[in-house]
């Protein structure tokens, strides 16, 4: 059963609704993973995604901040939520679909401005999650699984626009990069889009504070996504969907795009 899968950070799905269901509407994944939706879940317009076909939605939220939601037109059922770094935040939920395969949505902290857990408990917080999210997965390796999400962190020198001019920026951090390595190491996992599209700049993210974010075009690849070892084949035909980061009141990500055939 093939399917496509989408994967978004929308930076408040209530303020950006029609971008979610333009975006349903007009690419029509299968499922569709976002992340920072700001919402407490029973607040979520699951309404108007369920009038596009989308009846079907897992989610953990939270008032103004993190939270994730998987939309789905394929019946999917709740498969749990991790509370990682003893955070309390909304931050993590798996689903399951009828063939067996698990998903999970992360939105991993963003680390503040300072790559320093000594001046900067953000920074901290977000090495401590992707520590609990390595143990995690060594712990219960995945099997039939797919990761996807903002995890905040651009690990090839090709994810970033200036590998040199950002190796002391959050998110592009030689620390940061070798936690991020941890996590897919314990969990066996395989970066679906690079395997996909081996070479060049790519980018999921544009800040808002450029001017002409298309034209400067200084951009990281924050948003991922990848496949357990045992299923990491059937994966294919990925890209990033660069148009949505220039819709109107757009979100600073892009969407993320893969057909998985299970």
Request: proline share 5%.
């Amino acid at each position: 059963m093939p399917f496509t899968l989408a994967t978004w950070n929308i930076n408040s799905v209530r303020l950006r609704a029609d971008l979610v269901a333009r975006l349903l509407r007009e690419e029509g994944p299968d499922i569709l993973c976002l992340q920072e939706c700001k919402s407490p879940v029973e607040k979520i317009p699951a309404e108007i995604f369920a009038g596009l076909g989308y009846l079907h939605m897992v989610a953990r939220g939270e008032k103004g901040y993190n939270g994730v939601a998987i939309l789905s037109r394929l019946p999917i059922e709740e498969a749990g939520a991790l509370d990682l770094a003893g955070l309390g935040h909304a931050r993590h939920i798996a689903g399951r679909l009828e063939n067996g395969v698990t998903i999970h949505n992360f939105y991993v902290p963003a680390g503040g401005d300072v790559p320093d857990r000594e001046v900067n408990v953000k920074f901290g917080q977000k090495l401590d999650y992707l520590t609990d999210m390595r143990d995690f997965f060594r712990d219960s390796r995945p099997e039939k699984s797919i990761l996807v999400g903002d995890l905040n962190i651009a690990p090839r020198e090709d994810d970033v626009w200036s590998h040199k001019q950002l190796l002391k920026i959050v998110s592009h951090t030689p620390v940061e990069v070798d936690h991020l390595g941890g996590v897919m190491e314990a969990g066996g996992w395989c970066d679906v889009t690079r395997a996909d599209i081996p070479e060049g700049q790519l980018y999921s993210w544009w800040s808002y504070r450029a001017r002409d974010w298309d034209e400067a075009d200084k951009g990281r690849r924050l948003d991922h996504v990848w496949a357990s070892g045992d299923i990491a084949a059937a994966g294919h035909g990925s890209r990033i969907l660069r148009a949505a980061r220039g819709w109107d009141k757009p979100s600073d990500h892009a969407p993320v795009f893969a057909t998985f055939d299970l």
